[in-house]
């Protein structure tokens, strides 16, 4: 028998409490949080789906493995557990630890960024074109235009566009820093990238002589669409999949922060020996000794069990079909979505669900900012203030989408967690012609999401 009910392939041996708050408590704490939700306090949030990054609720066995640390500032015995369980992963001798997913892309885009070298990405995340444009180098977006259609059903929407690609590739050959291929596509809507797509940017990079690397922070959740989308995979576990994505590729890296399960840490892996040594060098100075990296022993361990038990069939069947529910029970009240629903978060289209509100006035902020209002629920816009641009004249050049993400953490809200977030935008939808845009009245010049203040438009 098939149930239409989905429960979680564990059960809860401890349990964290949530403080829950009034509605006029919560407009005063989003006043003082200048209307970003990043500068919100935690204890002030009741469901908190910002990010997955680093969230999750690590496992019994992970606890178990953090008591077990090797703290040795050389040669712990973590760091070899950690090392063999990547090497294994991804058939790469080289692994460099990192404290989180940002300090392994700030090492290697780093190195091979700078003034006139071009990054190529199916979509670069936010983190990630910092650290290379920060470098003075140029990173490009060439998504499927499938990927740029949020309401059209295709089973791979965070596929690179190869035409583009060997374009792009002929166009600036000899000053390529690399492609990043992101899987899953986070910026584009969560969605996976195939495995064809993904064989068809390597040849490409091959045949051009351009590094190509993952960046596999998702790469469990990747595996489920490709065995479950595409021709071929059916057969392959989810772990073999994966293992063959990671053939294609020079190198990846990875926040561990996600698909390890674990709350700190990330990895930067890499087949070229001169080049793990120029990156090693980099690590000592910025992060720490390459047996430990950012990390401490305990890090490691999580890190090695939580990279065994992403790819437990049940655990994805359970995280895939559990984020599934939400967006379908969202799509029922008719809320605007990037569909088909991505692997670990929920997208909703601002742009449609509130059509008065400009670009320029961006939408998506007016929606975190409702959610978080109306039921202390905290989310991420992905739109034109976290990838917005200035013209010359000062305008806004919004970005290609404007959506806001419900990211949501591994193995830690229930199926009533999740019934309270769909429950909230019932009203949501019953109100959504009186909600206001906003202008920034503060900014950094890089990630200026993260710290930007706000006011709401009269």
């Not at 708050?21 to 949030?45: C, G, K, M, W």
Request: charged content about 25%.
């Amino acid at each position: 028998m098939k149930h239409r009910t989905i429960i979680e392939p564990f059960r809860i041996k401890s349990v964290e409490p949530i403080g829950l708050s009034t509605e006029a408590e919560r407009v005063e704490q989003l006043r003082t949080a200048h209307y970003n939700p990043f500068l919100l306090r935690s204890r002030d949030v009741i469901i908190d789906l910002m990010t997955d990054s680093g969230t999750s609720a690590m496992s019994a066995h992970q606890w178990a493995g953090v008591m077990e640390g090797d703290e040795a500032y050389a040669g712990s015995r973590s760091w070899e557990r950690m090392e063999e369980a990547i090497q294994e992963l991804t058939g790469m001798q080289h692994v460099l630890p990192t404290h989180q997913g940002r300090a392994a892309e700030r090492i290697i885009y780093g190195h091979l960024g700078g003034p006139g070298k071009v990054f190529i990405s199916n979509t670069h995340f936010d983190t990630t074109r910092a650290n290379i444009e920060f470098t003075g180098a140029t990173a490009i977006d060439i998504p499927i235009a499938e990927g740029r259609d949020p309401d059209l059903q295709h089973p791979f929407k965070g596929n690179i566009d190869l035409g583009a690609l060997d374009a792009l590739l002929k166009k600036h050959k000899g000053s390529v820093g690399a492609v990043i291929l992101t899987v899953t596509n986070n910026s584009g809507g969560g969605q996976p990238v195939s495995m064809a797509n993904a064989e068809g940017a390597s040849a490409l990079c091959r045949h051009h002589g351009a590094p190509f690397f993952l960046d596999c922070c998702r790469i469990a959740e990747n595996s489920w669409f490709v065995q479950h989308r595409e021709e071929g995979m059916e057969g392959l576990s989810y772990r073999q999949i994966a293992q063959r994505m990671f053939a294609l590729a020079d190198g990846a890296v990875m926040s561990a922060k996600k698909d390890a399960l674990v709350n700190m840490g990330g990895f930067l892996t890499l087949r070229d020996e001169a080049l793990a040594e120029a990156c090693t060098n980099l690590l000592i100075i910025t992060e720490g000794f390459t047996t430990y990296g950012g990390l401490s022993g305990r890090d490691m361990e999580a890190i090695a069990i939580g990279l065994e038990e992403v790819f437990d069939p049940y655990y994805l069947d359970y995280r895939i079909r559990s984020t599934t529910f939400l967006g379908e029970k969202l799509h029922e009240v008719g809320v605007p979505l990037m569909r088909p629903i991505g692997g670990h978060a929920v997208y909703i289209d601002s742009k449609r669900l509130y059509p008065h509100i400009p670009p320029h006035e961006y939408p998506g902020q007016a929606l975190v900012c409702e959610l978080y209002k109306l039921a202390g629920i905290r989310s991420v816009e992905i739109g034109s203030v976290m990838f917005g641009t200035y013209a010359p004249d000062g305008s806004l050049v919004p970005s290609a989408m404007e959506l806001v993400r419900l990211a949501i953490p591994r193995r830690v809200y229930t199926q009533s967690h999740i019934e309270y977030v769909a429950e909230t935008f019932e009203e949501i939808m019953r109100t959504r012609d009186r909600a206001k845009g906003f202008r920034i009245v503060k900014e950094p010049r890089f990630l200026r999401h993260f710290t930007a203040h706000f006011e709401p438009l009269p």
